[in-house]
């Protein structure tokens, strides 16, 4: 009973959704108010019908009610009680209800906290997000319902053993809720455009939808980059993989939206890149939906390989990418370019991190989906991997962390170069002191490491460099400049830390991708090998069975100096269900660094095989990114950025004044 009230809630969110992608725009157009306030209501039933939805097909998975043929695919009696809960979301049907359930979320909370928002503008936004919401519930219901039954079975075929693991509560969420969180501005570009109005105040409305996507989003992509290191055994952070990609690009679009909202809702400036950034971004989503389920793609990643289903996304990929092109071409010429400004100035400092960024996104759109464009025409597989993607990643994001301290010092409209470059003559100097130092300590020879790590250095001393202008260092007393940092807006504090983030991530992968060692080595219980300047000893195999699978693993003793520092257990599991072997790797932790062992195969003499790597501040690549999230959570809380906030002071005059 429970699952059928699961479907039937399903049906009902549909035919509600089908209603709210009709009657607020016609509300819109007919200026009229009940209509219009159909939105509101509407959105939030659609999100009560989805969750019950939710919820029910959670609750079979809790059950292990394997008559649903979903839970039998993906679940099994024995499994830990959060792999089951988790198990939900990691298969096809599952997830693609997680990502309506999202977007259903997302358009309540406009709903809910939009009440500042112009009456025509916030019921184009419901008709955008309905019209959203009726095309993936039809999706899932005609093509993937997670509700079908079959005969009672008495076991389930179990989970991917890759999926059960924490992260798989972790990962999937956090990146859905950035993937879907850009469908609000997409929402807000399309209804703008409809309405043939774009200004500050729009800018203002999207800014926090936009921040809390991308901090989502960044949150997503670093722990499923985590996961993946930790979890597959192969010592890596990021393989240049398509799916990683399709989740990378609408980071990248979304980073450039971000600041050019900034200069949209400063100078009313940049409104056809802002625009069209806001419907870029929640395309590359749509694409990245796309490479995942339509079995276009091979990838530890992807989730299903139906054709029927890809044609399916492909078709909504190309009404809602096409049709919002299409209305941004028939609307552009009537958008007004806004402010003028210098090269050299704040906006020609984010316009240059818009071009940076987009042609990045650009290039890495193009290595990911030209293989695919060239085995549909050839029938011959080509494979694009990473080098390709180092060597035209790179030489576009070090310019960006070049100018990167630049921008905050730079004045709005007309900038004084010379002058930001005096403020930055600390953060310079600790550059080039860091890049000697650096140089010291390596082989002759090697100067790009050293060098990219003085770059690095110079972006996260100079992140701090405004705040210290603001506060009058060296102008004032120290006790009235401590007290001006206290009084700073928590967005130039946000900023700050961003930026810092992004230079203590570039330290990690430089440090890791340059100076890492790996050791190959087969040893029998009691033999040692130096690896990353430890003795590592081979103390002998434990065996124990675990809920749904049987493991077997080596105990190895970490000596340094000849005194113990750590103990640790490489394993192979097997999960029987599945009949499919997994590797744990070890991951012991030193300050920054960490020394990274797998497990590999037995020797005819009776040995194992171990990979041992020494990673110098590779943690660095992942506490970058939690600067980041944290820099934008904190930029969320600034009274100026909360969502609903200002309210406007005479909402009927200001809403003839924007409608006019």
């Known amino acids: ?145 997670p509700f079908v039954r079959q005969a009672a079975v008495p076991e389930g075929q179990d989970l991917n053993p890759i999926l059960q693991d924490i992260g798989l509560a972790i990962h999937p969420p956090m990146l859905y809720l950035g993937y879907v969180g850009f469908s609000i501005t997409f929402a807000f570009a399309i209804a703008a455009l409809i309405e043939g109005r774009l200004d500050a105040a729009w800018a203002r409305w999207v800014r926090p939808w936009a921040l809390g996507a991308w901090l989502f989003l960044t949150a997503g992509i670093a722990m499923g980059s985590y996961w993946a290191y930790y979890e597959l055994g192969w010592g890596g952070w990021w393989f240049w993989d398509p799916v990683e990609n399709a989740s990378f690009l609408p980071w990248l679009s979304g980073t450039a939206l971000l600041h050019s909202a900034l200069v949209m809702e400063k100078r009313d400036a940049l409104k056809i890149w802002t625009v069209l950034l806001a419907i870029l971004t929640f395309s590359l989503s749509l694409l990245g939906t796309f490479l995942v389920r339509s079995g276009v793609l091979t990838s530890v990643h992807t989730f299903a390989s139906d054709p029927t289903r890809g044609l399916f996304v492909l078709l909504i990929l190309c009404f809602f990418v096409g049709g919002a092109l299409a209305l941004f071409i028939f609307r552009s010429s009537s958008l007004q370019a806004g402010g003028m400004f210098a090269p050299v100035s704040r906006e020609g400092a984010l316009v240059l991190n818009n071009l940076l960024l987009s042609t990045a996104a650009a290039v890495i759109l193009l290595g990911t989906l030209y293989p695919l464009v060239y085995e549909a025409l050839t029938d011959q597989k080509l494979s694009v991997g990473a080098p390709f993607f180092n060597m035209t990643f790179a030489p576009l994001m070090i310019p960006l962390v070049l100018a990167l301290p630049f921008g905050p010092l730079l004045a709005w409209k007309r900038g004084d170069i010379l002058a930001v470059g005096q403020r930055l003559l600390f953060a310079l100097g600790a550059a080039i002191i860091t890049t000697i130092l650096v140089l010291g300590f390596t082989a002759k020879g090697q100067w790009l490491a050293p060098l990219c790590i003085g770059i690095a250095v110079w972006l996260m001393v100079g992140s701090f460099a405004e705040l210290f202008q603001r506060a009058g260092f060296r102008k004032v007393a120290m006790p009235v400049f401590f007290a001006r940092m206290r009084g700073l807006p928590r967005t130039v504090w946000s900023t700050a830390f961003a930026h810092f983030g992004v230079g203590v991530m570039m330290l990690g992968i430089v440090s890791v991708t340059a100076y890492e060692t790996e050791t190959v080595a087969s040893l029998k219980p009691g033999e040692t090998v130096q690896a990353g300047g430890f003795e590592v000893k081979h103390m002998g195999y434990t065996s124990r069975t675990g809920p749904n699978f049987d493991e077997n ?32 790797a070890a991951i012991e932790t030193f300050g920054f660094s960490q020394l990274y062992v797998a497990l590999g195969e037995g020797t005819p003499e009776g040995a194992t095989t171990f990979r041992i790597w020494w990673k110098p501040l590779v943690t660095l690549i992942w506490f970058g990114p939690v600067l980041m999230v944290l820099a934008g959570a904190l930029s969320l809380t600034d009274r100026r950025l909360r969502v609903g906030v200002p309210k406007r002071a005479r909402p009927k005059a200001d809403e003839k004044a924007y409608a006019a």
Not at 5 to 28: I, R
Not at 556 to 573: D, F
Request: proline residues 3%; aromatic residues 12%; charged residues 10%.
């Open 1 to 145: 009973m429970i699952v059928e009230l699961g479907h039937m809630a399903l049906v009902l969110a549909l035919a509600l959704a089908l209603l709210q992608s009709v009657l607020p725009f016609w509300g819109a157009a007919a200026s009229d108010d009940r209509l219009m306030a159909t939105g509101d209501v509407g959105s939030v039933g659609i999100l009560f019908f989805i969750a019950v939805s939710f919820f029910c097909l959670m609750w079979a998975y809790a059950t292990s009610d394997f008559s649903v043929v979903n839970v039998w695919e993906n679940s099994h009696s024995k499994m830990p009680f959060l792999y089951k809960l988790t198990g939900t979301w990691g298969n096809h049907e599952g997830s693609m209800l997680l990502w309506v359930l999202i977007l259903a979320i997302f358009a309540a909370a406009v709903g809910v906290f939009g009440g500042s928002l112009p009456a025509k503008l916030r019921a184009n936004v419901h008709g955008v997000q309905g019209l959203m919401l009726m095309t993936f519930l039809m999706f899932i219901l005609l093509t993937s319902n």
């Open 553 to 584: 693993s080596a105990r190895l003793e970490i000596r340094e100096g000849g005194n113990l520092v750590a103990s640790m257990e490489p394993s192979k599991r097997f999960y029987p269900a599945r009949q499919m072997p997994t590797s744990e």
